[in-house]
């Protein structure tokens, strides 16, 4: 396969992603409860992926084990992401969500035993100063760090992990591992719903298949370009390519809305972009290699 196709497809993608934040406002504004929105969504996209998941079983069920951890993670990663875009700042959240290189060393280190560096450390402290700005850590007593600063953690851990999942599980078909994110996605939205108790009722103003054709047009083709084509260009040189998410995200945050980010906001998120190239940039670890081998996958 060309490579300028999956870099095409991988650009796309990001852009894909990083505009998200729009559709998500918009159904939000129309009555939708993040949860409700979230469960729409991925129980379309699944539906559509249920016959692919269930043809590819001989696949994946021998490592069960490794794909209901992608279904955890994906669905913690998910949830996490849309209801903190829909209730909290969309800037912030996407920033604190693109903190993947502190996940990527830390679980670098515990999981695949690889030895921080010293451009793995830049990455670490990079991303460590990028936050404090971005949440004014000096700011007495935490008081601006809030419930949605810790979905965005939540969902960039979520999907650091799932990244290395997806690795350990090279040879499972794309379609089963998407999949599985989805159904993910359902249960947690789902055991969310009921341990929250939500009550509110689905509107009748159009939202609801809006919502599936937003899951199956848009957050279904984007995950496919995402992963399809960080599989054809590798984890290193398709990291580099997945920053531009959080480029096109706060540009067209500030472009649309006509925002304007405090210096220490601007100096937080150049911080996390360059931390995201350093990790971007970096060779392939063998490690996971060697972990696919034991593993048999």
């Known amino acids: 396969?060309?490579?300028?196709?999956?870099?095409?497809?991988?650009?796309?993608?990001?852009?894909?992603?990083?505009?998200?934040?729009?559709?998500?406002?918009?159904?939000?504004?129309?009555?939708?409860?993040?949860?409700h929105l979230v469960l729409i969504v991925s129980l379309s996209a699944s539906l559509v992926l249920m016959p692919w998941i269930i043809k590819q079983r001989t696949k994946w069920l021998p490592v069960l084990s490794l794909m209901a951890l992608i279904c955890l993670f994906g669905g913690i990663s998910n949830v996490s992401f849309q209801t903190a875009i829909l209730e909290g700042d969309v800037v912030r959240v996407m920033i604190l969500f693109y903190m993947l290189p502190i996940w990527s060393v830390l679980g670098g280190r515990l999981i695949l035993k690889e030895l921080i560096?010293?451009?793995?450390?830049?990455?670490?402290?990079?991303?460590?100063?990028?936050?404090?700005?971005?949440?004014?850590?000096?700011?007495?007593?935490w008081t601006t760090f809030t419930w949605i600063d810790?979905?965005?953690l939540a969902a960039g851990f979520g999907l650091a992990v799932n990244n290395i999942l997806f690795r350990f599980t090279s040879t499972i078909p794309l379609a089963s591992k998407?999949?599985?994110?989805?159904?993910?996605?359902?249960?947690?939205?789902?055991?969310?719903?009921?341990?929250?108790?939500?009550?509110?009722?689905?509107?009748?103003?159009?939202?609801?298949?809006?919502?599936?054709?937003y899951g199956v047009g848009w957050i279904m083709v984007t995950s496919f370009g995402t992963m399809w084509g960080v599989t054809c260009l590798g984890a290193?040189?398709?990291a580099?390519?997945?920053?531009?998410?959080?480029v096109v995200a706060v540009l067209s945050v500030v472009i649309i809305t006509q925002v304007e980010l405090q210096l220490h906001e601007i100096i937080g998120c150049i911080m996390v972009i360059i931390a995201a190239l350093l990790e971007g940039?970096?060779?392939?670890d063998n490690g996971i290699n060697n972990e696919e081998k034991k593993l048999g996958v």
Request: hydrophobic share 60%.
């Open 1 to 35: 396969m060309n490579s300028r196709i999956a870099v095409v497809v991988l650009l796309v993608s990001s852009i894909g992603w990083g505009l998200t934040w729009l559709p998500l406002k918009a159904l939000g504004e129309m009555g939708l409860h993040p949860l």
């Open 117 to 141: 560096d010293k451009q793995r450390l830049a990455a670490l402290l990079l991303c460590v100063g990028g936050a404090f700005l971005i949440l004014e850590a000096w700011q007495v007593a």
């Open 150 to 152: 810790v979905l965005a």
């Open 178 to 213: 998407v999949g599985f994110i989805f159904i993910g996605s359902i249960a947690v939205a789902g055991i969310s719903l009921l341990i929250l108790s939500v009550q509110a009722p689905l509107p009748s103003n159009g939202a609801v298949p809006l919502a599936m054709a």
């Open 236 to 238: 290193g040189r398709g």
């Open 240 to 246: 580099v390519l997945i920053v531009m998410e959080l």
């Open 281 to 284: 940039m970096r060779a392939d």
